[in-house]
T-cell receptor, first 115, second 114 residues
Framework: DTEVTQTPKHLVMGMTNKKSLKCEQH?????MYWYKQKAKKPPELMFV???????INESVPSRFSPECPNSSLLNLHLHALQPEDSALYLC??????????????FGEGSRLTVL | AQSVTQPDIHITVSEGASLELRCNYS??????LFWYVQSPGQGLQLLLK??????LVQGIKGFEAEFKRSQSSFNLRKPSVHWSDAAEYFC????????????FGTGTQLKVEL
């Protein structure tokens, strides 16, 4: 199974709502990632979890709160978002290699619209 | 810190023609290099990767790339493009000992004319 599954595929929320994005993988990968991608732009790294611990936070605003309950699951909790946060949110996973970054396996993304 | 440049924002080729997408990186040591492809509204799929060894790397869907240290380049090639290759292509670089952080280029949009 070489799949990363993201739910929901589409999400519309108001600026006062609280919602969550979910990501699951069963490849035994111990690194999981959240990326944000705006239209016609490359993915921007938000968070990296390695062995279920947050290892990289790219100075993401606190209205985005990541959670890694176990080695297969990754959540992104959303609260008090702004319209400019509307984007495609991509989850990815990889092996943890000693020398450098492993191959990332991406999900299809969650398309978020903030009204 | 590592960085990557994709000089071509858009490229249009005819179906059956050859393709080369350019990627230049900046990094002091041997980098970890990747090419990903993204179809509209989809996630990214890995085409190929270079960590070490043979500098000509074969990937999926008939793509290949060549690592040239002297030119700091990792260009993607395909001898004969198919209409289904139309997509966005991203080059990415990672650092040795840099943990799990990949830096993506700005991407090249490939259009295929029938």
């Amino acid at each position: 199974d070489t799949e990363v599954t993201q739910t929901p595929k589409h999400l519309v929320m108001g600026m006062t709502n609280k919602k969550s994005l979910k990501c699951e993988q069963h490849m035994g990968h111990r690194a999981m990632y959240w990326y944000k991608q705006k239209a016609k732009k490359p993915p921007e790294l938000m968070f990296v979890y390695s062995y279920e611990k947050l290892s990289i936070n790219e100075s993401v605003p606190s209205r985005f709160s990541p959670e890694c309950p176990n080695s297969s699951l990754l959540n992104l909790h959303l609260h008090a978002l702004q319209p400019e946060d509307s984007a495609l949110y991509l989850c990815a996973s990889s092996q943890v290699l000693a020398g450098g970054p492993g191959e990332l396996f991406f999900g299809e993304g969650s398309r978020l619209t903030v009204l | 810190a590592q960085s990557v440049t994709q000089p071509d924002i858009h490229i249009t080729v005819s179906e059956g023609a050859s393709l080369e997408l350019r990627c230049n990186y900046s990094y002091g040591a041997t980098p970890y290099l990747f090419w990903y492809v993204q179809s509209p509204g989809q996630g990214l799929q890995l085409l190929l990767k270079y960590f070490s060894g043979d500098t000509l790397v074969q990937g999926i869907k008939g793509f290949e790339a060549e690592f040239k240290r002297s030119q700091s380049s990792f260009n993607l090639r395909k001898p004969s493009v198919h209409w289904s290759d139309a997509a966005e292509y991203f080059c990415a670089v990672g650092a040795t000992g840099g943990g799990n952080k990949l830096t993506f280029g700005t991407g090249t949009q490939l259009k295929v004319e029938l």
